[in-house]
């Protein structure tokens, strides 16, 4: 499971492409470049580590990997910001499109693994169903499956009273 | 509410970026600090017995083969590849085989060593599929298995033992701890028997021990989280970690001296300049940080990052070395030494000789582990003071003037232990 130098050239030539994926989910999930900066290095140095197990699905895993830290940096920011006076706790609202993003974010976390990572692939990066399906190495109506139960379930879920 | 077809809207208003060209390199540094968890930095400790006064000749003439800054002439610090912590209790398989020849003949491919004095050492890493604790009394002429298999640090299938162990660290000759990000062992005998205890993990936040330090009775342990790893301490001889505070770069390594923890951040994700703080029980202070010099800093001739941290017996004094990793076109180091415990820096010697991943100093000299391979000697006299230039050193260090220890690339074949009881002129592979 080391880095060998084949190893190595193979992840220097995705090393790109998936930087901006990466960074392309953070970015449209929290709105912040510093943010999304940094959970695609964080995202890219834990595909380096674990190349060897991942290297043949690297693409989706480096998905997942970046929509769980962006979970994660939401929740931090979160229970950061509870802790504060009332005053400040309102979010700032100098990004128009907050809310979506809060939105797709609070959907995408209530949905089971596999749906998820259907819906990061298509809707985050962009990713024809074909693509997601070759990805994923499941069949395009499986695909169609995932993405029509996660909206279900993340419609659902958005509408239910709170 | 439905989700949205199309969320480009999202996306920056200047496109998706290209990552910016350091970033590969700093990926690349982290996840190899990461999986092998080599030890980029010497302790002192335990074994330091000779304290001496440290004298800093900054002549300015031309010390270094490459027209240096300055001169090294430190009297005495010590230094060791120590480290840490804690007790036991479920024994690990245990298996023994007395060395023979010098060795135990299994070829043990080292990942970590650990030496509490110039003659008792521990090593970690992997054989036949496993993996094995050896232990020597003798400055590293004999070992001897002592464990086999530490619970939660076992060898992957085929053998392959990447992300599995990230070092081992002693305090004395009882007390010691294995660990990697996902497991956390510790032995009150000496290695014999360990006990995978939790990683402590306060704000459910971390994913692992990523250092571990153990000197003046306390083990030190930093979990790297997000944003910044959370750093703990424990007595030696308990599991009660007790957290101290975040630290405050991503990517931290730890130096211990007496009841202190010195955690150094390099750079990366998280602030763009490395930073230095000391962590004792009472909480974190920052310090002034080495290497401050880098790309667009205003302190020429202090490149970079922080590659490693030496505490020295005397009080207060610290030796950095700073290096601007091998993804420059040029690379360079400098060794930096603060004699008010890290409220200010001065640069002694420059190098560019090499790209430094390892350092230590004994009273007279400094060492460097270069990528390229070799370890170089400062202050320079010629290509002599570079030492087995052919093999790919990740860690060096010192328990005292005399006696060092090496560690060769961990990846593929290697993991071979060099030592030295010359000072570090001569380096003889060790039969682990």
């Not at chain 2, 990000?181 to 021990?209: F, H, M």
């Not at chain 2, 000697?377 to 290509?383: D, E, K, T, V």
Request: aromatic share 6%; with cysteine; proline share 7%.
């Amino acid at each position: 499971m080391t880095v060998h130098t084949d190893d190595r050239d193979r992840f220097e030539a995705v090393f790109p492409e998936l930087y901006r994926s990466a960074y392309r989910i953070a970015y449209r999930l929290l709105g912040n470049d510093s943010d999304a900066q940094e959970i695609a290095a964080e995202t890219l140095t834990r595909v380096y580590v674990r190349w060897p197990r991942v290297a043949g699905h690297v693409g989706p895993w480096a998905a997942t990997v970046a929509t769980n830290l962006v979970f994660d940096c939401a929740r931090r920011a979160t229970r950061a910001r509870d802790r504060l006076p009332a005053v400040a706790s309102k979010e700032p609202r100098s990004d128009p499109d907050s809310e979506l993003r809060l939105d797709v974010r609070a959907m995408l976390s209530a949905l089971p693994t596999r749906q998820r990572q259907v819906l990061v692939l298509r809707y985050l990066l962009d990713m024809s169903e074909e693509q997601v399906a070759a990805a994923l190495d499941i069949s395009v109506g499986s695909v169609k499956t995932h993405l029509s139960r996660g909206r279900d379930r993340a419609r659902s879920i958005m509408e239910e009273p709170t | 509410m439905n989700l949205p077809e199309d969320l480009t809207g999202l996306d920056p208003a200047d496109g998706v970026p290209d990552p910016p060209p350091h970033v590969l390199g700093v990926v690349v540094r982290a996840g190899r600090t990461r999986r092998r968890r080599r030890r980029m930095l010497a302790v002192t400790p335990v074994v330091c017995a000779a304290v001496a006064a440290v004298a800093i000749a900054a002549s300015s003439a031309g010390g270094g083969r490459n027209g240096g800054v300055s001169r090294l002439e430190v009297a005495s610090p010590t230094i060791s590849a120590t480290p840490p912590p804690t007790q036991a209790t479920r024994p690990s398989p245990t298996a023994t085989a007395t060395a023979t020849g010098g060795g135990t003949g299994l070829g043990l491919q080292v990942s970590s060593v650990t030496f509490v004095s110039a003659d008792e050492g521990w090593v970690i890493g992997t054989y036949e599929g496993r993996t094995g604790v050896e232990r020597t009394t003798d400055g590293g002429a004999h070992w001897t298995l002592l464990a086999a298999s530490p619970p939660g640090l076992e060898a992957a299938p085929q053998g392959i033992q990447p992300p599995l162990i990230g070092g081992i660290r002693f305090a004395d000759g009882l007390h010691g701890y294995a660990f990697s990000t996902s497991a956390l062992d510790v032995t009150d005998d000496g290695g014999r028997t360990w006990k995978q205890v939790a990683i402590p993990n306060e704000d459910r936040d971390g994913s692992g021990a990523t250092d571990v330090e153990a000197a003046g009775g306390r083990v030190w342990l930093l979990n790297a989280a997000i944003p910044y790893p959370s750093i703990y301490t424990a007595p030696v001889g308990s599991t009660r970690f007790t957290r101290i505070g975040r630290a405050g770069n991503r990517l931290a390594f730890l130096a211990t001296r007496g009841p202190e923890a010195y955690v150094v951040g390099t750079q990366g994700a998280g602030p763009v300049l490395p930073n230095l703080e000391v962590a004792t029980t009472s909480g974190v202070s920052p310090r002034t940080s080495p290497c401050a010099g880098g790309p667009g800093a205003n302190r020429p001739g202090s490149p970079g990052d922080i590659t490693g941290l030496v505490t020295t017996p005397l009080a207060g004094v610290l030796d950095a070395m700073c290096s601007t990793g091998p993804y420059v076109p040029m690379p360079s180091n400098t060794v930096e030494l603060s004699a008010d415990d890290g409220e200010s820096w001065t640069v002694l010697q420059t190098t560019s000789n090499c790209s430094a991943v390892s350092f230590a100093t004994t009273s007279s000299r400094a060492f460097l582990a270069c990528a390229d391979g070799g370890i170089e000697a400062l202050p320079g006299r010629g290509s002599g003071d570079v030492q087995l230039a052919s093999v790919k050193i990740t860690y060096v260090g010192f328990t005292n003037d005399q006696d060092g220890v090496a560690l060769s690339d961990p990846t593929g074949k290697g993991g071979a232990l060099y030592l030295t009881r010359d000072g570090g002129t001569h380096w003889t592979k060790a039969a682990t």
